[in-house]
């Protein structure tokens, strides 16, 4: 969604990501490779809880087989992890009002980048982007336009995701970001 500036902090108080983070096991990131495929997503590695059936379809190559507009689905993953998905949710409705999302994990690991893009497409274009980082460490920089920063563990950013962005993570160890896109 187009914002006024590159991101904006939605909650500087840290959530409790804690529990999110103990229940990570590391091998349910390769259960789904279907993200790692992706243009710039070669170096990540995602957990999908839920998304949008034009997702599932464009991985597949197909997208006129399928309804895009307003299909979302539960992923298999989801059950096991629903507990902190639904957490993360109250938290987020404290500051929006959305009618359905998209949610993920997206571990990018050390030394590794997202290539610069913009996201595109009706279903990106119209939703709030939300970035929480679970696990980071301080090398790990997101930069949007000429904006340069550090996402802070637990902190609630919404990002411009219709601005060329990129993310470098410099550091030593892996960085986890919960990705939601929330659809007004």
Not at 2 to 9: A, D, E, G, N
Not at 59 to 66: A, C, E, I, M, Q
Not at 154 to 183: C, F, K
């Amino acid at each position: 969604m187009i914002l006024p500036v590159p991101y904006k902090v939605v909650k500087a108080q840290l959530l409790d990501v804690r529990g999110f983070v103990a229940a990570l096991d590391m091998e349910d990131f390769y259960h789904d490779l279907i993200r790692s495929c992706m243009g710039n997503f070669q170096h990540t590695l995602s957990i999908i809880f839920r998304h949008s059936l034009s997702f599932i379809a464009q991985t597949d190559g197909n997208l006129s087989k399928v309804d895009l507009n307003n299909s979302f689905v539960d992923f298999p993953l989801m059950p096991k992890y629903k507990e902190h998905v639904e957490y993360v949710l109250s938290e987020l409705r404290k500051h929006y009002q959305f009618k359905d999302y998209a949610m993920l994990l997206a571990l990018l690991q050390p030394g590794k980048d997202v290539g610069l893009h913009t996201d595109s497409g009706n279903i990106l274009e119209t939703c709030h982007r939300v970035h929480i980082p679970l696990i980071t460490n301080p090398k790990c920089l997101y930069t949007i336009d000429d904006v340069t920063w550090h996402m802070k563990k637990g902190v609630i950013y919404e990002i411009d995701n219709m601005r060329p962005h990129t993310v470098l993570n410099g550091g030593v160890e892996v960085r986890v970001h919960l990705i939601a896109n929330l659809y007004p």
